[in-house]
């Protein structure tokens, strides 16, 4: 019954941006965190950046740091990826996840990104 929506996927230059959104329902669901994650064709799924949703504290992977933001607007438990800095040739599809504090992580369908050259 909970739900997770990205979108904002697309196609983008190599060094241009790209903001993601996530929203987790129901709106009355209390969430511990959202988080997003990636994938690219014939690799592991990696994780990207997580966001706790009432601290608003943030991890990210080593390989997005100072290029990627995450943010989040807690009353409508959405979550943001803003992409900075796009690297060449890459084509992915970013998962997000919203993990209520008692409940499992659920995860979204995804939304997916290229990055043209």
């Known amino acids: 019954q909970e739900q997770v929506v990205e979108s904002g996927g697309g196609l983008v230059e190599a060094g241009g941006s790209l903001r993601l959104s996530c929203v987790a329902s129901?709106?009355?669901?209390?969430?511990?965190?959202m988080a997003w994650f990636r994938q690219a064709p014939g690799k592991e799924r990696e994780f990207v950046a997580r966001?706790?949703?009432?601290?608003?504290?943030?991890n990210y992977a080593d390989s997005v740091k100072g290029r990627f933001t995450i943010d989040k607007d807690s009353a409508e438990n959405t979550v943001f990826l803003d992409m900075k800095t796009l690297k060449p040739r890459v084509r992915a599809i970013y998962y997000c996840?919203?993990?209520?504090?008692?409940?499992?992580?659920?995860w979204g369908q995804g939304t997916q990104v290229t990055v043209s050259s």
């Open positions: 129901p709106r009355s669901l209390s969430l511990h965190d």
């Open positions: 996840t919203a993990k209520a504090f008692f409940g499992r992580e659920c």
């Open positions: 966001i706790n949703m009432i601290s608003g504290s943030t």
